[in-house]
């Protein structure tokens, strides 16, 4: 996969960080993200409702350097900081303990 122009957060869509969930088996039903929050190279999407997963769940995900997305973790209260999100940041993405 080659790296595509734009700022990691332009790269964000819920499209790009659905394959990079599913590649990375964090599910073991069938989920589809919404639109995601992106801060800098960070970013949280929600799972929609679906019959599959009723409960919407948050996904945590971070840019490398080279601007690839990973998946960091899942939760409804996510400790961010914990998962190396900087403070400022972790405040502005819904889903991150305060």
């Given at each position: 996969?080659?790296?595509?122009?734009?700022?990691?957060?332009e790269r964000a869509t819920p499209q790009q960080?659905?394959?990079?969930?599913?590649?990375?088996?964090?599910?073991?039903?069938?989920?589809?993200?919404?639109?995601?929050?992106?801060?800098?190279?960070?970013?949280?999407?929600?799972?929609?409702?679906?019959?599959?997963?009723?409960?919407?769940?948050?996904?945590?995900?971070?840019?490398?350097?080279?601007?690839?997305?990973?998946?960091?973790?899942?939760?409804?209260?996510?400790?961010?900081t914990a998962n190396g999100v900087p403070?400022?940041?972790?405040?502005?993405?819904?889903?991150?303990?305060?």
């Amino acid at each position: 996969m080659t790296n595509p122009a734009g700022t990691a957060c332009e790269r964000a869509t819920p499209q790009q960080l659905q394959q990079v969930l599913e590649a990375s088996r964090a599910s073991s039903v069938p989920i589809v993200l919404g639109q995601p929050q992106c801060k800098e190279h960070w970013a949280m999407a929600w799972s929609e409702h679906t019959d599959a997963a009723p409960q919407p769940t948050g996904y945590l995900f971070a840019a490398s350097v080279q601007g690839f997305w990973h998946y960091i973790t899942q939760g409804s209260a996510i400790d961010c900081t914990a998962n190396g999100v900087p403070a400022d940041i972790a405040v502005m993405l819904r889903g991150c303990r305060k």
